[in-house]
């Protein structure tokens, strides 16, 4: 194998390149004596890449070889008419400037010039160019620069390449100073931090879009829960505990957010801050084989839902009004001390369903006309109307008796 010679040209088949790889590849290999055939050959395959090496590769590496193999790049990349085809379309095909920026000043004032000194090593007579060159090279400089360029050419004639070159070079000894200032200021600082930020955002973004590859609850390809058929199968304690195990937002099942930053309507049978496909107050649960173990936990929580929709029925009964001085007085719960209007025994979890019935917060009145809240438990399948003894005695006295 052989080592690159420090500075050697590349050569990856670019006609516009061909030219200043074909020059320096003849100065420093091709005519240096010391060099065998055998040895240019071998430094012109480490310098060749892409078309260009794919042209010669297969050619055997002998002393004969060498002068078919540097013909046959002459061949097929010294074709003058498109090398000059291609250096004049660089002069009218290079972008516009968008602002005044020293680089872009400088790429752009060294391909005109790289350009035209290729043009006439070609053979090409570029004299009477000038007025025209002037003219390409000021409709691709930004406004500011083209501003300066108006209040330094104070003649009404056409101005030539040579001036127009002239005063961006002196324009760019102004703009390099202050290039340095940019980046070595304060300000520059404080701006280069935020890429950074924004990297980190879109690295977030990207963690948060890339747990979406699949469906929570059925784990096939990414689509809404409202489509999963495995999701409309589960009952709604089912779909609340596995939308609190994925971290979804409860209100509306997206994985972007949390509820309390949810901007989503709330439930529309309870007004609560969760989806309606969520809603536990008249769900029945079937629980069906191997979830027996779970069968506590879903019970203490459906036990836990009720209590709180309970209290929060409790709490708004306190701003019923009155129409009586000695009404509304709540009394006390029916089934016990307990917040919750449902007595639920244990043992019913343990059966097929579990039936939650209705409760109602009413105003009675006795025969004077005085009012009191008390809640009713609705049984329909009850053969009988039942009073606490408590509530009775508050407006019946006792020994006597009432028929309900």
């Avoid at 070159?165 to 300000?187: V, Y």
């Amino acid at each position: 194998m052989f080592a690159r010679i420090a500075g050697s040209p590349d050569c990856d088949g670019s006609v516009k390149d061909w030219l200043s790889f074909r020059d320096s590849f003849q100065s420093m290999i091709d005519k240096d004596p010391s060099l065998t055939a055998v040895d240019k050959f071998h430094y012109l395959l480490t310098v060749l890449s892409k078309d260009a090496k794919t042209l010669v590769e297969s050619i055997e590496v002998t002393t004969t070889n060498y002068e078919v193999a540097w013909t046959m790049l002459k061949d097929r990349f010294e074709n003058r008419k498109i090398i000059t085809r291609t250096l004049m379309d660089g002069f009218l095909d290079t972008d516009p400037m968008k602002k005044e920026s020293y680089d872009g000043l400088v790429m752009l004032i060294d391909l005109y010039e790289r350009n035209l000194l290729q043009l006439k090593k070609l053979g090409l007579v570029t004299d009477g160019w000038s007025h025209l060159l002037a003219h390409l090279l000021y409709k691709r400089l930004d406004a500011e620069t083209q501003r300066h360029w108006e209040r330094s050419h104070k003649s009404r004639e056409a101005p030539k390449y040579q001036e127009l070159l002239k005063f961006l070079r002196e324009h760019l000894t102004t703009l390099q100073p202050l290039t340095l200032t940019k980046i070595r200021g304060p300000d520059q600082r404080h701006e280069s931090s935020r890429p950074v930020m924004k990297q980190k955002i879109e690295s977030t973004l990207t963690t948060v879009t890339s747990t979406k590859k699949s469906c929570p609850f059925c784990q096939k390809p990414s689509h809404s829960p409202f489509k999963c058929e495995s999701f409309h199968k589960m009952n709604p304690i089912q779909r609340l505990e596995t939308v609190k195990k994925v971290g979804l937002c409860l209100n509306c099942l997206s994985p972007s957010h949390l509820v309390r930053a949810c901007s989503s309507s709330a439930c529309r049978v309870c007004s609560q801050r969760h989806h309606t496909m969520l809603h536990l107050r008249s769900s029945i649960h079937t629980p069906s084989q191997g979830q027996e173990g779970n069968q506590a936990t879903s019970s203490a929580d459906t036990s836990t839902q009720i209590q709180t929709n309970c209290a929060k029925i409790i709490d708004a009964s306190s701003q019923i009004p009155s129409s009586s001085p000695n009404a509304l007085k709540p009394s006390p719960p029916i089934a016990s001390t307990s917040r919750s209007p449902v007595a639920l025994p244990t043992s019913s979890f343990a059966t097929t369903n579990v039936v939650l019935l209705t409760t109602a917060v009413v105003i009675i009145a006795d025969l004077h006309g005085n009012t009191q809240l008390a809640r009713v438990l609705l049984d329909c399948c009850s053969e009988r109307n039942l009073l606490s003894e408590r509530l009775a005695s508050s407006f019946f006295p006792r020994g006597r008796t009432c028929s309900c």
